[in-house]
């Protein structure tokens, strides 16, 4: 069978890891949220060779797709299920870092409040959480597409949305990460890094 692929990651890959570079350590296990098929977790493998890294998602249905791309792959562990609107997770370790791409849009506000709440708990040290995606920034959306994006997303969900970035951080903030830096980055979409306090 044909692996399931989102034409956007090949078109966002490179410019994610240049952001990446600036902030990962050289070495420890990073966690990614919300990994879908696989793609953007494989290509940080193989750019960042040092680092372990841990796919995850609130769905099994493409673990098949992850596991096939990473199945070369010797610095990547199984994927767990994490749903991040969920208060307890099951056999998760400490990680230096979390990276989060595409997701709190489209998922309800609470995947994003229980993703720091997941952080807070396992982050360990001054460790970081990446997040890309799409934002409003004072209450507007940076371009005429991320607003009808927005307006796709809640037809077909009312709980999904681009998110505002300032309430995002506030979230942050209330679980003890501060933001560290806002990139921009092509297609309208933004790199967030947060920093634990
Ligand atoms: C648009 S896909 C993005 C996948 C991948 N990060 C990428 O950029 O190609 C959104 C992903 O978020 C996941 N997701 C949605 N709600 C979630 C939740 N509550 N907890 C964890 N993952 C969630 C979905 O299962 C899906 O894999």
New binding site residues.
């Given amino acids: 069978m044909a692996l399931p692929s ?1 034409p956007s ?1 090949n078109r966002n890959r490179t410019y994610i890891v240049e952001v990446l570079k600036v902030y990962l350590p050289k070495t420890g296990t990073v966690l990614e ?5 696989g ?2 977790i494989s290509f940080f493998c193989s750019q960042f060779p040092g680092i372990m890294w841990q796919p995850s ?3 099994e249905d ?1 673990f098949w797709a992850i596991r096939e791309r990473l199945v070369a792959q010797n610095n990547v562990e199984p994927p767990v299920l ?4 969920k208060k307890n997770f099951r056999d998760l370790k400490s990680y230096v870092g979390l990276v989060n ?3 709190i849009h ?2 309800p506000w609470q ?1 994003c409040v ?1 993703l720091f709440r997941l952080a807070e708990k396992y982050i360990k040290g001054d460790g970081f959480v990446y997040m890309y995606g799409p934002f409003r920034i004072n209450g507007l959306h940076t371009s005429e597409s991320n607003k009808n994006f927005d307006l796709s997303l809640k037809q077909k969900n009312p709980e999904w949305g681009v998110r505002d970035l300032e309430a995002v951080v506030t979230v942050a903030e209330s679980f003890g990460f501060r933001c560290l830096c806002v990139h921009q980055m092509p297609a309208n979409n933004k790199s967030v890094v947060f920093k634990k306090i």
């Fill in positions: 989102y990651t949220t919300a990994s879908g098929t793609e953007h998602d609130m769905s493409l994490i749903d991040l609107t791409i595409n997701m489209i998922a995947a229980g």
